[in-house]
């Protein structure tokens, strides 16, 4: 059966299901007719009706009878819906008549609006009639007053409570909790509705895009990360080694005995105690819910012991392949962040609040969300992270002025507008990574690390990467050194008639830059006099998470995957990757917010930034993932460039390190192993590293007028970091002012300011060009 096929009975098993369970309001009738015949649950007390579904009909109910209760619940319904109801006065609970569960069970027929609000009234006033304990008492006060529904009595305009079926002003606890059953009773008719709704919109999505889905699932491995191998070492660790798992286990017990215990305590009146509290900086839990809220509460702690001792055990076990060890460590955290509470829609309590507010809109708008991504990842999941039709390149980002001066087939040259009357004499060249595109430098004028540069009199040129096609699979790491290093200072030469440059590499252009230098050392070409890294990598040997994703079962997979795809491969995988390292905030966020809040996306230029991403040509990736990361050979002196082996410490011209506290790409001790592989050498003496606060994006892209963070710098460069750090002054604030300041003494010379056009090279184009705007 295909997918289409098979979507229509699934749709009615799941709302059938879901309206025998729920408790909801009375709405329109305005569905298809109820089927007649016998009910599927007749242990059921009755089907609660979904919005824009009528109830089915009970199973013992005549024909005529049940056309007759059918058509008078439409009328009221419809009248319910036109007219606004007043709620019905609530009797003493001493005289509401004893009701057993056998003559509850018997009640079979759909209640009107009117009815239901009666009969919510006479549940509610039985729990009140019985004798609860003083534990349940506590908690219900407690819910009255806390987390979810609480929201209702301080908000009486939202969607939800325009809608209620009972409008009660905030009073006694009774009515608070009555309130509670009633959101609840609600929540549970509109999913009922959403799954109905979604049935028809997921099964039209696939009918038009089936091929485009078995495309994807075909091309797929079936593990290409092969967590298999890494979750096989760490069940013969368990194996191996039972005595700790058990002492783990017996850890583990008393931990749930601390929180059992002082739940219950809570219970009884007592203020929390927690047994266990979110790490500074977990933004999950951040709803005053998970800590007012009983259940909730009692939930989150279950989760954070329970991960606290899942991840930790996984990191005692005794697994002879560090390497396997470090990836079932990563795996492991990457299967805890997805368990947390705050994925499940019905545990989130912002989620509840939203659907009961919009009455289940913000979860079919997600579901809509969630099948555009798949149809704008072709089948994958291309989770959007900011607002794609807000940005348009040259318009409202990527804006500095500037003139492309020169191009071939991997590259265009853009040469920007000076805004000083005098400039340094060295022209100043960029090579961003070509992983993604070169704009971050250049987001907004009021962050634009470009447009600060030409404010301070540099005549800046930047490399603009092609996104290659299949065309273009054929190319080598050592074609992007040739004709996108070499040949770009050929051209910086023609258009200023400077021979020399001062040069810039980021994250992989570094590593790039790095290796051309290594070219150029042995070649004795010294057109480049100084040369600074941000977030820039030449040493691998710790390049923390990443190193677990180059082991050769994962490179054959990525292999095979490039070669489904014509040789390149797709930016959203290596977008994927990154996302990996830092998934609760790149991935998990997105999913709540886009998917279960139906959140339309931000307009944040630096996320949109970070979802337009390029391909990359086969051969470059697999050597550039080969050589550097798994090999390292470029810091073990064994790298070979057209058949030549590099020694980076031959390189003796002036570098600037720049590293990030909280790098997840490229950590700052594996920036400053690279900072040290050139201090050994002839460069020694001349080679700063500066440490800045935030990670590999934030780190380099902070404006000095922004005031944010701080950077850490010495002119020392120790054996160890840790001794760096020891020596380090930490100054507020921007690091950017640090590094001009630095070279403007290793880069001296003015002369007069130069335009595009005014050297040999004729503008070809305005920027940013047309290579940036192609799409992946």
Sequence with gaps: MTQAEDATPARTKRTSKTSDAADGPAAPANGPPAPKGPAKSPKRSRAAPSIGNPARQPAKASAAKASAKSTKAKMTSKTSDETPQTPSPKKPAATKAPTTKRAAKKVKVRKTAAK?????????????????SSAATAVAARHAGAGIASKKATAPTSSFGDARRHAVAPAPDSDKHESIIEDFDALASYLADVSGKSQDVIAEFFGKNREIIELAQGRRPADPLNIGEAYKEMLEGFASDPATVLQRQFELWGDYAKLIANTTRRFSGEPPRP??????????????????????????????????????????????DEHEKKRAEFFTRQFVDALAPTNFPMLNPEVVEATIESRGENLMKGIRNFLEDIDRGHGDLAIRQADLDYFKLGENIATTPGKVVFQNEIMQLIQYDPTTEKVARRPLLIFPPWINKFYILDLQPSNSFIKWMVDQGRTVFVVSWVNPGPELAHKTFEDYIEQ???????????????????????????????????????KGDDRIRTAT??????????????????????????????????????????????????????????????????????????????????????????????????????AKGELVINGERLDLQKVAIPMFFQAGETDHIAPHQSVYNTARLFADGAAK????????????????????????????????????????????????????????????????????????????????????????????
């Excluded at 070499?486 to 980021?506: C, H, N, S």
Aim: a negative charge.
């Design 484 to 522: 996108g290093c070499f040949e770009a200072l050929t051209a910086v030469g023609k258009a200023t008639g400077e021979r020399d440059v001062d040069a810039i590499g980021y994250c992989i252009g570094g590593t790039m830059l790095a290796t051309a230098l290594g070219v150029m050392a042995r």
């Design 116 to 132: 239901k609000a009666n009969a919510s009234e006479a549940k509610a006033s039985k729990r009140t009639s019985r004798a609860p």
């Design 533 to 634: 890294f941000l977030t820039a990598q030449a040493d691998f040997s710790a390049a923390g998470d990443l190193l677990l994703f180059v082991d050769d079962a994962q490179l054959d997979s990525i292999e095979r995957q490039m070669d489904a795809a014509g040789g390149v491969l797709e930016g959203r995988a290596m977008a994927t990757t990154f996302n990996m390292l830092r998934s609760n905030d790149l991935i998990w966020q997105f999913v709540i917010d886009n998917y279960m809040m139906g959140k339309d996306p931000a307009r944040f230029d630096l996320l949109f930034w970070n979802s337009d991403s390029t391909r990359m040509p086969k051969n470059v990736h697999l050597y550039y993932l080969r050589e550097f990361y798994q090999k390292n050979a470029l």
């Design 275 to 320: 047994a266990i509290e979110p790490a500074s900086g977990d933004k999950r839990f951040r709803h005053k819910a998970w800590s007012e809220n009983y259940v909730l509460d009692f939930i989150k702690q279950s989760y954070l012991i329970t991960s606290k001792w899942l991840t930790s055990t996984v990191e005692q076990l005794d697994i002879s």
């Design 685 to 776: 003496g001349k080679i700063v590293y500066m440490l800045a606060g935030s990670g590999h994006i934030a780190g380099v892209i902070n404006h000095p007028d922004k005031n944010k963070y701080h950077h850490s710098v010495s002119r020392a460069l120790p054996a160890t970091l840790d001794e760096w750090k020891a020596d380090a002054e930490r100054r507020p604030g921007s690091w950017w002012r640090y590094w001009m300041d630095w070279l403007d003494d290793v880069s001296p010379g003015r002369t007069g300011a130069r335009t595009p056009g005014d050297g040999d090279l004729a503008p070809i184009e305005d920027a940013p060009g047309a290579y940036v705007k192609v799409q992946s």
